[in-house]
């Protein structure tokens, strides 16, 4: 992998990027991920206590994680 290569490399989850664009890309499929989960998850009929337990575990978990390396994109 160098700065050429559309996406970064990966690492336990953590993106090692060399240029701005690879940490776009990676930005941008996260987002695509969790809007994913969060249409699927949105059409199931659950109580608020299984909705903020879906939303704590399986949604914010994956931003917490980037985020505690990444930093919080601008």
């Given at each position: 992998?160098?700065?050429?290569?559309?996406?970064?490399?990966?690492?336990?989850?953590?993106?090692?990027?060399?240029?701005r664009s690879?940490?776009?890309?990676?930005?941008?499929?996260?987002?695509?991920?969790?809007?994913?989960?969060?249409?699927?998850?949105?059409?199931?009929?659950?109580?608020?206590?299984?909705?903020a337990?879906?939303?704590?575990s399986?949604?914010?978990?994956?931003i917490?994680?980037?985020?505690?390396?990444?930093?919080?994109?601008?």
């Amino acid at each position: 992998h160098d700065r050429t290569w559309p996406d970064p490399l990966v690492y336990l989850g953590y993106p090692l990027a060399t240029s701005r664009s690879q940490m776009d890309v990676f930005l941008a499929k996260l987002l695509q991920s969790l809007e994913s989960d969060c249409q699927l998850h949105s059409s199931r009929s659950l109580s608020v206590r299984a909705r903020a337990t879906i939303l704590n575990s399986l949604i914010l978990s994956p931003i917490w994680h980037v985020i505690r390396i990444v930093g919080v994109p601008q």
